[in-house]
């Protein structure tokens, strides 16, 4: 499941909404809604999140975060690491080889690592 997956599911959760329900009022069909949730899509659109945050009726805030989210989920991730030094081509694919098997405890310490300013890296 993708980071923005899992906030629609909880989205639809809270509001009580069904995946049939949410996906005829957004057209598009539940396969599709399922499998976006599931991370077997890559990114919605703008015009579906657009739709989504729409129906949901979600505060400025609240649909901002559902778009920076889809951001981030895109399951399945290509690095560009052409014209860098080694190191970082190396890191790279040993991060996609390991990355199934990093615990979470691994994962939260990289991602605070990330989303520190640069002028603090």
């Known amino acids: 499941m993708t980071p923005f997956g899992h906030a629609m599911r909880e989205l639809r959760r809270r509001k009580g909404v069904t995946q049939k329900a949410l996906a005829e009022a ?7 809604l399922s499998a976006l949730e599931h991370g077997r899509r ?5 015009e579906l ?10 505060i ?9 989210l889809a951001e981030t989920s895109h ?3 290509v690095l560009d690491t052409a014209g860098l030094p080694p ?3 190396g890191f790279a694919n040993r991060l996609a080889q390991r990355i199934r098997t990093l615990p979470p405890d691994v ?3 990289m991602n605070r690592l990330l989303e520190k300013p640069r002028s603090q890296g």
Do not use: C, H, M
């Not at 890559?42 to 703008?46: C, E, L």
């Open 26 to 32: 957004i057209g598009v069909t539940p396969a599709y």
């Open 87 to 89: 190191s970082y081509t």
């Open 75 to 77: 399951p399945k991730v």
């Open 42 to 46: 890559g990114r919605p659109t703008f």
């Open 60 to 68: 400025w805030d609240e649909a901002e975060e559902l778009f920076r």
């Open 49 to 58: 999140l657009q739709r989504i945050a729409g129906y949901f009726n979600v």
């Open 107 to 109: 994962i939260e310490e």
